[in-house]
Structures are given as C-alpha cells and as structure tokens.
C-alpha cells in the first residue's frame, strides 16, 4: 500500500502496482521535462482543471522515477495505466498534492504552491 504521508500514490502499470512519490529530484526533473523554470503553474492548471495530457504524463513519469521505475515516458505509450486517463489524471493531481502538502495537513489538498 502507497503512503500518503510520505507522499507516495500507488499506480497501476499493465497489472502491475507501482509506488510513484515526486522526490526532489524527481521535482528537478518534472520541470525539465515541462520547460518550465517553477512549478506554480503547473499547481494552478489543477486547481482550476486547465492541465494537459502532457501535464498528466510528465506528473506520472517523475513520480514512477522517484519511485525507482527505470523507465521513460515513451514507455507509457504502451502500457495500460489502470482506470485508463482518468485515473491517469487523479493519480498526477494527487502526487502533486501530496508532494506540497506539509505535515500535519492533509496530503490530499493542492496548495497554492511549493
């Protein structure tokens, strides 16, 4: 079981259940993969529901990568992500929410910003 107050979402891969958590590194590379120099607005397309299919992909992939997955974003284009995209896009929403989430709070609720 994934846990949430160490920040790790659990995700399901061809069948397979992995630990995905956004580690500092795996922030470091998120904002990479996104061109971005912060993560705010990346934060506020989720608040308010504007987040892209690329936004969900790099959130899973780096979260996957924290969680000691080798593999690469191409590598999901052939897997099946159990609940298909729309739990895809819960499980992005919520490593990011659980990723800025400080303790004593609950770790299902996106701040504002890190």
């Known amino acids: 079981m994934a846990n ?3 920040g790790e979402v659990a ?3 061809d069948g397979q259940r992995h630990v995905a958590k956004l580690t500092l590194g ?4 998120l904002e990479d993969a996104l061109g971005t120099g912060s993560l705010v607005a990346l934060v506020e397309r989720f608040e308010s529901q504007r987040f892209s299919t690329r936004d969900v992909l ?3 992939v ?3 990568r924290g969680g ?6 191409s590598d999901l284009l052939r897997v099946e992500i ?3 995209p729309v739990e895809a896009a819960r499980a992005a929403a919520e490593l990011l929410a659980r990723a ?4 004593g709070e609950p770790p299902d609720q996106v701040r504002g910003g890190p």
Do not use: D, N, R, V
């Open 62 to 64: 780096a979260g996957l």
């Open 68 to 73: 000691g997955w080798q593999g690469q974003a």
């Open 26 to 29: 795996a922030l470091a590379e």
């Open 100 to 103: 800025f989430s400080l303790p």
């Open 82 to 84: 159990g609940g298909g």
């Open 4 to 6: 949430p107050w160490t």
């Open 11 to 13: 995700i399901w891969l």
């Open 58 to 60: 790099a959130l899973i």
